[in-house]
């Protein structure tokens, strides 16, 4: 079993519906980060949190610690949000060996 | 205030050939992390450096793979006699403190380098 798992794997909206994304982990950790990749470019790092919730712009994420589950929200859904959105661990055992989950693929239709 | 720089972004190689990689951290950032992405599957870890020294390179292969973040100049990953196995997408990543289990400062990715092996 994956450390981490992604849900979807790949999602279609239509611009302007409201777009969750799940990971749930099985291993205890420092912290989470959630992570965006355009097809073809880098990686950013959207948020990085270890309890509760965060809000940037029209982005949400929200971490629950005993149920080590995180979700990822993105409100007012727009054809640029189309990404890979990765969640990557900081697990106890090598803090600095981000465990990454296998991204899911979210398409935004005007 | 640049962020992390990789070069080349894209590298073509033939069977056998070397390939260097080059990552310049954000300025001030002394502890570099490699990973690599193979298609189709996620991020991995290979290899975490400080300045002259390698942390932890558990995640590199034992052959034909090497890091190196020396004093001066950016970090190199140097693969030698490519195969096409190596064909990936190389991401470095750089931090201010180290990302430990008590301090998970925040962490700066770079644009990636895209090997791919003839």
């Known amino acids: 079993k994956n450390e981490v798992e992604q849900s979807p794997q790949n999602l279609t909206a239509q611009e302007g519906e409201f777009i969750t994304i799940n990971c749930s982990y099985s291993?205890?950790?420092?912290?989470l980060h959630w992570l965006q990749q355009h097809p073809g470019g880098g990686i950013v790092s959207l948020f990085m949190?270890?309890?509760g919730k965060k809000k940037h712009g029209r982005l949400i994420a929200t971490i629950n610690i005993q149920e080590k589950h995180s979700s990822l929200h993105i409100t007012a859904s727009h054809p640029r949000d189309s990404a890979v959105y990765i969640c990557?661990?900081?697990?106890?055992?090598?803090?600095?060996?981000?465990?990454f989950g296998k991204g899911t693929l979210l398409t935004v239709n005007p | 205030n640049a962020g992390v720089m990789q070069n080349p972004r894209h590298l073509v190689r033939r069977r056998g050939q070397e390939a260097r990689l080059r990552c310049s951290p954000v300025k001030g950032h002394s502890h570099v992390y490699w990973y690599r992405q193979l298609p189709e599957e996620g991020l991995k870890f290979m290899v975490y450096l400080q300045k002259e020294n390698i942390i932890d390179e558990s995640g590199m292969p034992k052959e034909r793979f090497s890091a190196e973040f020396p004093k001066e100049g950016p970090s190199i990953l140097r693969i030698q006699q490519v195969v096409r196995g190596d064909s990936a997408a190389y991401f470095c990543a750089s931090s201010l403190t180290t990302l430990s289990r008590t301090n998970t400062g925040e962490l700066f990715f770079g644009e990636g380098s895209r090997l791919t092996v003839l």
């Open positions: 990557a661990l900081h697990s106890g055992g090598s803090n600095y060996k981000l465990t």
């Open positions: 291993v205890g950790i420092s912290a």
């Open positions: 949190l270890s309890s």
